[in-house]
């Protein structure tokens, strides 16, 4: 794939034959762009348009004519390239030329394998690749994407495929092997206000509700996963104030208002982990409670064979990867506990308790799995307790 864009890119200034493109992946041309569009989450034709326009920026930047740069770039006249410009980086080209104007950037595209955990079982038309929590996952495609995009890509996977390819994860469960009734780290949440962050379809609200939280609020960047929410919770005569939107961005929850802010598997799907936390502590009360559940770094790294573990992955990686899974596609991050607990005492929490132990007793009910074997050995679910000073 590489490969491929070297040649691309070494062709945005004359013609790219897509023959010789497809060629270098070993594939058709029409296979070429399909698994281009699911890996970049972009159809090819449109990255393309981008890095030229990205190019032609600062060529013109750099004094030459306007006219002579849109033929570079495939336009057969200065007005229909000066159109296409202006819409991408939103001001006219004679504009950038005469007064410097800031543009707008498409950076190359650029993929890196990497090996992760792959399970060999039975095909089971009820079986649910869990990506995040167990690690039947095969191999993923790093790629550098943009905060937009990563957004737009996992927006639409939850709107689409969302629970059918990886379900739901919901308390009283954390995550794999992880239990509430076990951990209790909330305590009596009655006539408490409790926000929850990637909320899903409702489950984890209904919980609280149950325990008579005075208040219920969540958010989601997924609009199908809000709508799945209110219908769900509606069915138990519940009701909660739920908002679209990704978690990084304000989104007009109120500050200094709820006493839980919790997250289960939610939380890792956040592209700026920093900034994340700290408007999770503008919602909290002063020492109010931040809980949340991810899939274990250390569980991503290492895979089991016949009894054994080993590194699949260094454990230091925190790029961004994106996996093509049943016609869709995901990107996440997987990072270190420290990249985690640095983040949280940067926005004003302490650690309370965290925990990383798997419950005995649920492993017995999965005990003959490769799965449940290595829950034995190693860390597949944290959970972090921290409080607002």
């Given at each position: 794939?590489?490969?491929?864009?070297?040649?691309?890119?070494?062709?945005?200034?004359?013609?790219?034959?897509?023959?010789?493109?497809?060629?270098?992946?070993?594939?058709?041309?029409?296979?070429?762009?399909?698994?281009?569009?699911?890996?970049?989450?972009?159809?090819?034709?449109?990255?393309?348009?981008?890095?030229?326009?990205?190019?032609?920026?600062?060529?013109?930047?750099?004094?030459?004519?306007?006219?002579?740069?849109?033929?570079?770039?495939?336009?057969?006249?200065?007005?229909?390239?000066?159109?296409?410009?202006?819409?991408?980086?939103?001001?006219?080209?004679?504009?950038?030329?005469?007064?410097?104007?800031?543009?707008?950037?498409?950076?190359?595209?650029?993929?890196?394998?990497?090996?992760?955990?792959?399970?060999?079982?039975?095909?089971?038309?009820?079986?649910?690749?869990?990506?995040?929590?167990?690690?039947?996952?095969?191999?993923?495609?790093?790629?550098?994407?943009?905060?937009?995009?990563?957004?737009?890509?996992?927006?639409?996977?939850?709107?689409?495929?969302?629970?059918?390819?990886?379900?739901?994860?919901?308390?009283?469960?954390?995550?794999?092997?992880?239990?509430?009734?076990?951990?209790?780290?909330?305590g009596d949440v009655s006539g408490k206000k409790l926000l929850e962050i990637g909320c899903g379809t409702g489950h984890s609200l209904k919980y609280h509700g149950d325990r008579k939280a005075s208040e219920l609020w969540g958010i989601d960047i997924s609009e199908k996963q809000i709508e799945k929410a209110k219908e769900y919770l509606s069915l138990y005569g519940f009701s909660a104030k739920l908002i679209c939107s990704p978690m990084e961005e304000d989104c007009g929850i109120p500050v200094d208002y709820f006493d839980y802010v919790y997250s289960v598997y939610g939380v890792g799907w956040a592209t700026n982990l920093e900034s994340t936390f700290c408007r999770i502590s503008s919602y909290l009360k002063k020492d109010g409670v931040f809980i949340f559940s991810w899939s274990h770094p250390i569980h991503k790294c290492v895979a089991i064979e016949n009894d054994a573990l080993f590194f699949k992955k260094s454990y230091f990686d925190e790029s961004w990867y994106s996996v093509a899974l049943d016609g869709g596609a995901i990107s996440l991050s997987d990072r270190k506990l420290s990249t985690y607990i640095n983040a949280l005492t940067k926005a004003g929490f302490a650690i309370e308790e965290m925990i990383e132990e798997s419950d005995d007793e649920i492993i017995q009910l999965h005990k003959e799995s490769d799965f449940a074997k290595k829950a034995k050995m190693l860390p597949v679910t944290f959970v972090i307790k921290a409080r607002k000073l």
């Open positions: 794939m590489n490969q491929a864009l070297d040649y691309i890119e070494d062709n945005l200034s004359s013609d790219i034959d897509y023959y010789v493109v497809a060629k270098i992946v070993h594939c058709s041309e029409c296979e070429f762009r399909r698994i281009f569009s699911i890996l970049a989450q972009i159809p090819l034709s449109e990255y393309i348009r981008r890095r030229r326009l990205t190019l032609a920026a600062g060529d013109i930047k750099n004094g030459e004519k306007i006219i002579d740069v849109a033929i570079r770039y495939g336009y057969d006249s200065q007005a229909a390239f000066s159109r296409a410009f202006s819409r991408f980086h939103g001001v006219a080209p004679s504009l950038v030329r005469d007064k410097g104007e800031e543009l707008k950037t498409f950076p190359r595209l650029t993929f890196k394998l990497i090996l992760m955990e792959e399970n060999i079982m039975k095909k089971n038309p009820n079986h649910r690749t869990n990506i995040i929590g167990a690690g039947e996952v095969g191999y993923a495609i790093s790629v550098d994407m943009d905060k937009d995009n990563i957004h737009k890509t996992n927006s639409s996977f939850w709107n689409t495929k969302g629970n059918e390819v990886i379900g739901t994860t919901a308390l009283p469960m954390y995550g794999a092997f992880v239990s509430e009734e076990k951990c209790h780290l909330f």
